[in-house]
């Protein structure tokens, strides 16, 4: 039997269906990003491939002219930065028709923020993790991952494990160490300007108890514009600081050598885990009894890149056979190092 012409459809009924709007999950997507608005960002909407290669040109030097001699040419070989674009992440809720006619619509609401903050967490600590590589570190490696990090007393001494003990050798910020980060920067030439702060909330904690750094050069802005919607909390020596919660979490194995970087907020259980770079870690059963650090950053804005080939997007679609609507937020991005010596780690106490 044909069935007639005039159906009840989406087109005809799209006033009585709700949706849950893409805008409100890119905004609030975006007020939730700490590093990944401080680096460098490349949009590579709508483009084919999945390698982005950067030209990276070294810098030259002046040379003295003397008289009636030829100029001295700069031949430099020049290199690239790879970025590979393979971080396709997704948030996505089933709700069932009986939540949506019982619920009441602030449910949505939720959704919609929850989904723009899961992704934004998601894009800041693939770039948090790139701290572990800087000035040459192995972040390809479970086992001595953040080694060129240094100690938040001191801005020299190297972060280490010691073996076999689940002790480490992470100390909290002091004026002295925050002074001898910046000269590392300085001694390699990084520009001034676009120089920032990370830190976790317990160096907030910490900061805070320094009377040198409650000076009014330290805090931010009065109102409610820094703090919450971008984690600014004031200035060190002209240098913004931010807090982030996706500074990574470092655990050393109390049963060898390894350390291992995670973002669980305590001691792993069992005979293994897997940290976030993907590697199974050897792990004591009975009682992990490591000390648990976390690592921060001090960086310029060229230390890192954030490719973006497809920026936030909102699906929705009915599913009869589940009756309720699925629906997707999801962003493609990769990240990568740009400039080796443009940022310094630092690792503190949790």
Not at 24 to 42: D, H, R
């Amino acid at each position: 039997m044909a069935l007639g012409s005039n159906h009840v459809t989406n087109t005809t009924q799209d006033k009585f269906i709700p949706e849950i709007w893409s805008d409100e999950i890119i905004g609030a997507f975006k007020s939730n990003l700490v590093v990944a608005n401080l680096v460098t960002k490349i949009s590579h909407s709508g483009k084919k491939g999945d390698t982005l290669n950067i030209p990276k040109g070294t810098r030259g030097a002046a040379s003295l002219k003397a008289a009636q001699t030829q100029v001295t040419l700069i031949a430099d070989t020049e290199s690239d930065v790879n970025v590979t674009i393979n971080k396709h992440y997704e948030y996505s809720r089933l709700i069932e028709d009986i939540t949506a006619t019982q619920a009441i619509d602030s449910y949505r609401r939720f959704y919609t923020d929850d989904a723009g903050y899961s992704l934004a967490q998601q894009v800041d600590q693939d770039l948090q993790l790139l701290g572990a590589s800087v000035n040459s570190g192995s972040i390809a490696g479970a086992t001595n991952s953040y080694e060129k990090a240094v100690l938040g007393s001191d801005g020299s001494t190297n972060f280490s494990g010691a073996a076999g003990s689940g002790t480490g050798n992470g100390t909290a910020l002091a004026d002295v160490g925050i002074r001898k980060m910046v000269q590392t920067l300085d001694d390699f030439d990084v520009p001034m300007s676009e120089r920032y702060f990370i830190i976790p909330p317990v160096e907030k904690n910490n900061l805070l108890g320094l009377s040198r750094f409650t000076e009014q050069a330290f805090t931010g802005e009065l109102s409610d514009g820094n703090a919450i919607r971008t984690g600014l909390v004031g200035d060190l020596y002209g240098i913004p600081v931010y807090v982030s919660t996706q500074c990574p979490w470092i655990h050393v194995n109390n049963q060898t050598s390894t350390q291992s970087v995670t973002f669980t907020a305590s001691a792993p259980t069992g005979a293994s885990f897997v940290d976030e770079l993907g590697h199974t870690v050897d792990w004591n059963s009975s009682s992990p009894t490591d000390t648990p650090f976390r690592a921060g950053m001090l960086l310029h804005k060229s230390a890192f890149v954030h490719v973006e080939q497809l920026s936030v997007r909102t699906q929705s679609q009915y599913k009869q056979e589940w009756l309720g609507d699925l629906f997707t937020a999801d962003t493609l991005y990769g990240v990568g190092e740009m400039r080796d010596d443009a940022a310094l780690a630092f690792v503190v106490p949790a």
